[in-house]
């Protein structure tokens, strides 16, 4: 073994030395921007000598691993998300620990959003007018949206990294900025209207249940329109002055508001564990709420303190309170209501109990008018049908009318706020697992407490009293209080504290989700919302989230307010669901949910379920709420597609397309809408026939259908001679597109010859925005054939071009090995060789090939190679983080490539490189001398190089010599390497051959081409049996000595050797770990900058993917294509 050289500048940095057999001035690579002398020291012993050229562009996976586990890096060319580009300081913040789990982080907050004020003051009224069926209906039907609402949300929130924003940012970035845009409007005045409402919560329990002395506007001796007239003015005088409070303690301290979250909390908790322990208490020992009926009609119990029209007292008979409240005098000759006199007064039990069998009597519903009395059915009454009500204001009276789509209304902001996990991503553990399962758990237990409070209460509490929606009936009790224990205040302070908290939650929440809108830039008028204080609180937002709440506020009716809101909580949850199909059946590459439990069908199957739910609650509400979204949605695309009047549809087609086209045309995808649009670069035989049919079955098996395919070939000749044999070749095309359901477009170029129409298919391939992105070729096939040269140049042109131009490259070595659409592969894997980091493709193609019926059953398997100095359980750690915030299933081994001793057998095969080289392009032999003096090299050039033992040489001045353009296949190794005894080739130079210079570590060292013209150079290459002979050479302990035995080895581009070195070393580690892998993925290093390295830079490929039977070679275009972001 010959240690490697560190001195670099031997053979490979100065201006003369004899590599490519031209004075190197630059690197022969691509992108190289630091000298050779630099590069070597830099990447000496790393085996990187393949890619080092690229390493500024590409850098080491080892050396970028760390960053990309932890996305605090932006890698070359890269615009992650949003964020950075906004703000080019976000790339220097460092990420902070994240601190919340699944419980503290998403399930309790999703449980404090939910469950909340229609629970305390509107459940037991929707169980009474509804009947225990119809509510249940109801509860089921809004619970089963927000549920596959849950489910869309949590594929959409697993697929990356969802920064601040929320579902805002959720549906903006995957609808796009005019959907996210109307959808974060609708679901910001949603937040707001829910602020509203709960404040209206909040002062209806602070003035019917805690302190009714304190209303302003006195209800008392008022009936009907009056007394309705004062409680919304005691709400608008109140709500007024509470909301001018908490945006108070909003703007100061909102750091307060999230601390008290808790406490607001456990009052919710603590209010249903009182419910439940009620429940269970009235089984045995009911608690005492008498409803006072006169004849079936329900009395308001403040007006009287005895449920009797008289009483015994003494031996007299006296009148009560009741008997004075309907007739004109205490005695008992008084003259009194009509209804009063005919009918008797009885007395029921509120809340008979669980074991009661009062559940058959709520089982249906009891819809009422406004202002009806509320009547128990099943009570006889004698009432005259032509007599007009009197006294109305000593009954229970219904306050509006009910009707089922009413309740439908009202009851879904009870289930609203299940994206309150969504919404803290940014301070969770680990969202893509905590937010679906928090928000999964939550909808699932608050459900289940909202479907048995539907039965309990309608199994425990009397028809009458769940019809008492302000509890009049029951002494101006809280009506789910009274079924509370230990007492009803447990359930009054508790609402109160937790519908105060939610207001505050709303007032903090609202304003930031407007600042992030406004801070988008999508609706200019808004910008001016996204300025706040110093330490970033949306001042102005806050204060337009007052303005529009206080409208809430002036419409005083928790019942009205309601409807409102459900409205656009029901847009953004639709355009939600919406989000999750479309991805789902457009099957984007970014799309990658780490959440498995999801399907288009109940993506879709929740979007109508919203839809109809919109309308069931209010269809006016519904059209309007869809006005302002598709005005908001008009005004941020701001410029639509142009009319054209033309042939109908046709017309609209043709407009549409071209508006289509000239989106595209505003700029690159972003990298989340990234796919591979693919040029694949077909060769046709003489009669036009495709050669490499199974070029479209890779090409159908990456794409499934989805993007841009063009199927590109070239003719070689004139257009007016040749324009028959193009349009064979393009039916040629189409039909083989038809058999492997390749969906794109055919082009077919004539040219001169056949390298300028492959540069004329890159260059000018689709229209407008619509073009590739990827170029997809195959490797030629006996490339080292003297007639096949020219498609080994065209390669290299092809591989030239497609990196200047910035497009990505796929190589396909030994295609016809490749599996049909046909195939099924029922087990193996797919390797990838990630060496170098070039914008992610190679991570995404196996994802892509997964998608299709062949691959689906392989799994992928990434490797990554680890220097000595790097950490290689660190690197698997990191990579195994990356990959799942990739979204990507792999199993992942970091392989260790440690420094080794160049072997004879690497400077061989170089020197057989070069010298090949040189006699191709300075030797100016005919045709038949070339054929017939390179294949007599081949023949025993071979011989000496398969013995990889460089004692086997005889200390002699010899060229070894192996043939590009030989006459014919490669012989088996047993035909080429049986030499016996030592052989003679003359090597005859040609007339015009001119000198070449010499290294400079050797100046006077002779050449082949340094001898004059027509003299002849002996070589001997000494047999396998002459080793024996040569004690020094058999000696391992004599390298060096060999070394300097070996002259010519000194002429070497040290370059060549180290690159042939890394080609080998790196072939050897691929073909040990996956020799069975149904396909191979590796990274393709850059091409000869020059025309001399042109076979060198084969000879290094063919050595690289030598011994695999499927590889795919990959060359990324220079930008990310794909992203850790949702």
Known sequence: MLNNLTECEEGDGGPNSQGDATSKESSPFINSSTSDVEKCQQYDGKNMALFEEEMDTSPMVSSLLSSLANYSNLTQGSKEHEEAENNEEARKKTVQAPRMGTLMGVYLPCMQNILGVILFLRMTWLVGAGGVLGTFIIVFMCCSTTMLTAISMS???????????????????????????????CFYLGTTFAGAMYILGCIEILLIYIVPAAAIFKMEGLEGAEAEAALLNNMRVYGTIVLSFMALVVFVGVKYVNKLALVFLACVILSILAVYAGVIKTSFDPPFFPVCLLGNRTLVSKGFDICAKTIEQ??????????????????????????????????????????????????????????????????????????????????????????????????????????????????????????????????????????????????????????????????????????????????????????????????????????????????????????????????????????????????????AVAPILSMFFLMCYMFVNLACALQTLLRTPNWRPRFKFYHWALSLLGMSLCLTLMFLCSWYYAIVAMVIASCIYKYIEFCGAEKEWGDGIRGISLSAARYALMRLEEGPPHTKNWRPQILVLMSLDGEQSVEQPRLLSLTSQLKAGKGLTIVGACVEGTYLNNQPQAQKADQSLRKLMEVEKVKGFSQVVISS????????LIQAGGLGGLRHNTVLVSFPKNWKQAEEHHRCRNFIEVVRETTAAHLALLVTKNISAYPSNGERFTEGHIDVWWIVHDGGLLMLLPFLLRQHKVWRKCKIRIFTVAQMDDNSIQMKKDLMTFLYHLRFDAEVEVVEMHDSDISAYTYEK????????????????????????????????????????????????????????????EKPEEESVRLSRPRQVQLIQGKNATPTPTSPTSPTAPTPAAVTPGEEVQMTWTDETEKTNNPAVANPESVKDMFNMKPEWENLNQSNVRRMHHAQELNGVIVKKSKEAKLVLLNMPGPPKNRNGEENYMEFLEVLTEGLNRVLLVRGGGREVITIYS
């Open 155 to 185: 594929a959409i929130a697993t697929n990356g990294v969802v920064p601040a924003g929320g579902s805002y940012y959720m549906i903006s970035r995957s609808l796009g900025p005019e959907f996210g845009g109307a959808v974060g409007i």
């Open 314 to 559: 003494g031996n007299a008979t006296v009148t009560t309170k009741l008997w004075r409240a309907f007739c004109d005098s205490e005695f008992l000759n008084a003259t009194c209501d009509e209804y009063f006199t005919n009918n008797n007064v009885t007395q029921i039990q509120g809340i008979p109990g669980i074991t009661s069998g009062i559940l058959a009597e709520n089982l249906f519903s009891t819809f009422m008018e406004k202002n009806s009395i509320l009547e128990k059915r099943g009570v006889p009454a004698v009432l005259d049908p032509e007599a007009t009500v009197t006294n109305t204001n000593r009954y229970v009276m219904a306050d509006i009318t009910s009707f089922f789509t009413l309740l439908v209304g009202i009851y879904f902001p009870s289930v609203t706020g299940i994206m309150a996990g969504s919404n803290r991503s940014g301070d969770l553990q680990d969202a893509q697992k905590s937010i679906p399962v928090g928000t999964i758990l939550a909808i699932t237990t608050t459900s289940f407490i909202y479907m048995s409070s539907v039965i309990l209460f309608g199994a425990c509490v009397d028809g009458v009293v769940l019809r008492d929606k302000f509890g009049e009936g029951v002494n101006g009790n809280l009506v789910i209080g009274t079924l509370a224990w230990p007492s009803p205040w447990v359930i009054v302070f508790g609402s109160f504290f937790s519908t105060c908290g939610a207001g505050l939650q709303s007032l903090t929440g609202a304003p930031r989700l407007l600042q992030a809108i406004a801070r988008d830039s999508i609706i200019p008028f808004l910008r001016v919302f996204g300025h706040g204080k110093a330490n970033g609180e949306p001042t102005w937002a806050l204060l337009l989230t007052a303005c529009i709440c206080e409208t809430g506020i002036l419409i005083a009716s928790l019942d």
């Open 910 to 969: 170089t020197l057989v490189m070069e010298q090949r080289s040189q006699i191709l392009k300075e030797m100016h032999l005919t045709k038949n001398e070339r054929e017939r003096e390179i294949q007599s090299i081949t023949d025993v050039s071979r011989g000496s190089i398969r013995r990889k033992n460089p004692s086997n040489l005889h200390p002699q001045r010899s060229i070894a010599e192996e043939s590009v353009g030989g006459s014919g296949e």
């Open 753 to 760: 010859n056949l390298r300028d129409a492959t540069s004329h």
